[in-house]
């Protein structure tokens, strides 16, 4: 026969030994390719996580930066408002404390407390205030200058200061704008 057409015999022993895997071996690369395709899944997904982790930081941060930004634009344009109004009712003064006295002192003789009280005040809103306790008729009430104003009767004390009211206004504002800096 030539080594052309050569049939092989299916039926014959190899002579050829092929190395051949133990099951142990199976196993354990079984085992091991296992591991590896959980390690590298593992990885993969905490790469994922710590990707979307960080996108998420980075918009909060410029959620928070807008969020800074239009407080403190509010605050900029609302602060020359506040304080105008402020002023504003600060410069009748003598007009505002006046009502706001008699205002007071309305309350007290409608709820039944007599009225005998001492009213420190300014001179020009000791006339006003004068002016009007004649007028209504109330008694029993002293009337005293001083650079403050305030209402002392018996069951205690009502102070009315503008200035520190301002002060105030000016204060909150500014504890808004530097906690919007910082």
Same mark, same amino acid.
């Given at each position: 026969? =030539?080594?052309?057409?050569?049939?092989?015999?299916?039926?014959?022993?190899?002579?050829?030994?092929?190395?051949?895997?133990?099951?142990?071996?199976?196993?354990?690369?079984?085992?091991?390719?296992?591991?590896?395709?959980? =390690?590298?899944?593992?990885?993969?997904?905490?790469?994922?996580?710590?990707?979307?982790?960080?996108?998420?930081?980075?918009?909060?941060?410029?959620?928070? !930066?807008?969020?800074? +930004?239009?407080?403190?634009?509010? @605050?900029?344009?609302?602060?020359?408002?506040?304080?105008?109004?402020?002023?504003?009712?600060? /410069?009748?003064?003598?007009?505002?404390?006046? !009502?706001?006295?008699?205002?007071? @002192?309305?309350?007290?003789?409608?709820?039944?407390? /007599?009225?005998?009280?001492?009213?420190? +005040?300014?001179?020009?809103?000791?006339?006003?205030?004068?002016?009007?306790?004649?007028?209504? !008729?109330?008694?029993?009430?002293?009337?005293?200058? /001083?650079?403050?104003?305030?209402?002392?009767?018996?069951?205690?004390?009502?102070?009315?200061?503008?200035?520190?009211? @301002?002060?105030?206004?000016?204060?909150? @504002?500014? !504890?808004?704008?530097?906690?919007?800096?910082?």
């Amino acid at each position: 026969m =030539s080594n052309i057409a050569r049939l092989e015999d299916f039926a014959a022993r190899k002579t050829d030994v092929e190395e051949r895997i133990s099951r142990d071996q199976l196993t354990a690369e079984y085992a091991r390719g296992y591991s590896d395709g959980e =390690s590298t899944a593992r990885a993969d997904v905490t790469a994922e996580l710590a990707n979307a982790l960080q996108q998420a930081a980075e918009s909060a941060k410029d959620n928070a !930066g807008m969020w800074q +930004a239009a407080v403190g634009e509010t @605050l900029q344009s609302l602060a020359p408002v506040i304080r105008a109004i402020a002023g504003h009712l600060a /410069a009748n003064r003598a007009e505002q404390l006046a !009502g706001l006295l008699l205002t007071e @002192l309305e309350h007290l003789a409608l709820s039944g407390v /007599a009225p005998r009280c001492t009213v420190s +005040a300014e001179e020009d809103v000791i006339h006003l205030v004068q002016a009007q306790i004649e007028k209504i !008729g109330l008694e029993g009430i002293s009337l005293v200058p /001083a650079k403050h104003t305030e209402i002392t009767f018996d069951a205690g004390k009502i102070v009315i200061d503008p200035d520190e009211f @301002l002060a105030r206004i000016d204060e909150i @504002l500014a !504890g808004l704008s530097e906690s919007e800096e910082g």
